[in-house]
C-alpha cells in the first residue's frame, strides 16, 4: 500500500463498525424473540421482580465500553496518518471560492483541476476566500474544509495514475452543486512537463521588474 493512501484504514474501521453492528442487532432481535416465547404470559402467570444483579452489570458496562474503544482505536489510528505530512510532501495551495476551487503550485503554476504526480505526497494548504467550502476526494477517502483565514491542511497520495472527482461537501450558495473539479495524477515525467510548461515568476518578483522599467523611464 503507498503511504497516503488511506482506503484500507477508512473502509476497514467503518466495516469494523458496520459488522460489529449488524451481530448486535442480530443478538438482540434474537433475544428478543426468544424471551418473547420463553416469559409469555401463559407460561409465566406471575411476574418475577428482580432487584439489581452486580456481575450482569458490570458486564454490560465494561463489554460494550472495551467494544467501543476497539472502535475508536480503528478510527484513530486511520486519523494519526492523515495527521502526519512527510516531510517531502509537494505544497499545493488549495484555494476555494463561490463556486470554484484554484489549485497553486511553488513554481507559481496555477489550475482549476489539480495535476500530481503518481505516489507523491501532496500537502494541500487550504483556504477560501468567501465562505465556508470542503475539499472532498472520495476515492482517496479525504475530505477537509476550507476556511477563510484558516489554515487547514490535508494530505494525500495517488496510488496510480488516473482521473478522481472532487467535490465541495460545505453547501455554500447557489452554485455548491456545480462545484467539482478532479485530481489528475500523472506519471512523474507527464506531470514535470505540465509544470514546468507552466511555471510563472513569482508575483513579488514580477512587481519588482515593473517598479525597475518604471524608474528607467
Ligand atoms: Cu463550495
Not at 23 to 46: D, E, Q, S
Not at 99 to 115: I, L
Request: with cysteine; hydrophobic share 45%; net charge negative.
Amino acid at each position: 500500500m503507498i503511504s497516503g493512501n488511506f482506503v484500507a484504514d477508512v473502509d476497514g474501521a467503518f466495516l469494523y463498525v458496520t459488522y460489529v453492528s449488524i451481530a448486535l442487532f442480530i443478538g438482540v432481535m434474537a433475544t428478543m424473540l426468544y424471551f418473547l416465547f420463553r416469559y409469555h404470559h401463559t407460561k409465566n402467570a406471575k411476574g418475577t421482580d428482580i432487584h439489581g444483579n452486580v456481575s450482569l452489570e458490570v458486564a454490560w458496562t465494561v463489554g460494550p465500553t472495551l467494544l467501543v474503544m476497539t472502535m475508536f482505536w480503528a478510527g484513530f489510528n486511520g486519523y494519526n496518518d492523515m495527521r502526519n505530512i512527510p516531510d517531502d510532501a509537494m505544497d499545493v495551495e488549495v484555494v476555494a471560492r463561490m463556486w470554484g476551487w484554484t489549485f497553486n503550485y511553488p513554481n507559481g503554476a496555477s489550475s482549476d483541476t489539480m495535476y500530481v504526480p503518481v505516489g507523491q505526497a501532496i500537502d494541500c494548504k487550504m483556504e477560501s476566500v468567501d465562505v465556508l467550502h470542503s475539499f472532498y476526494i472520495p476515492d482517496f477517502r479525504v475530505k477537509k474544509d476550507c476556511v477563510p483565514e484558516g489554515d487547514n491542511r490535508m494530505w494525500f497520495a495517488a496510488p496510480e495514475a488516473g482521473s478522481y472527482q472532487v467535490f465541495c461537501t460545505e453547501y455554500c450558495g447557489l452554485d455548491h452543486a456545480y462545484m467539482y473539479t478532479a485530481v489528475v495524477a500523472l506519471e512523474q515525467a507527464e506531470f514535470d512537463a505540465w509544470y514546468n510548461a507552466n511555471a510563472k515568476e513569482d508575483a513579488s518578483t514580477a512587481a519588482v521588474e515593473t517598479a525597475d522599467t518604471n524608474e528607467s523611464m
